[in-house]
């Protein structure tokens, strides 16, 4: 986090996908990444569920890792949601990310 050498509000949008880290500088990394976002900026965001932990598909094997709808909402304050979900889906990503997947999704504009 401390190598992202970048000014406060200088990007339009900002995009993670399964972008999991660990539980005790997710929240802070979060925060940082909204501070780079530009007022009215984009992010879009995938990552797994909690629920993931019941399948085979990838992903932490950590829940601290995994996220909920309600920690999306802690962690991206400021923000409004055009998409929040949860959803169960079908991957096929590669060797190791294939099958059956609970994601949580979200598409927000930062206020």
Do not use: C, W
């Not at 949008?13 to 979060?30: D, G, M, Q, S, W």
């Amino acid at each position: 986090m401390e190598d992202l050498n970048y000014s406060e509000n200088e990007f339009d949008a900002i995009v993670l996908i399964y972008a999991h880290v660990p539980a005790e500088i997710r929240k802070a990394f979060h925060y940082k990444l909204l501070s780079l976002l530009k007022p009215n900026g984009t992010i879009i965001f995938e990552a797994f569920g909690k629920e993931q932990l019941n399948y085979t598909s990838g992903g932490p094997k950590d829940i601290s890792m995994l996220f909920s709808e309600e920690e999306v909402r802690n962690e991206f304050p400021n923000v409004h949601f055009s998409l929040l979900e949860t959803i169960e889906t079908e991957l096929n990503e590669g060797k190791y990310h294939i099958g059956r997947a609970n994601v949580v999704r979200f598409i927000a504009t930062k206020e």
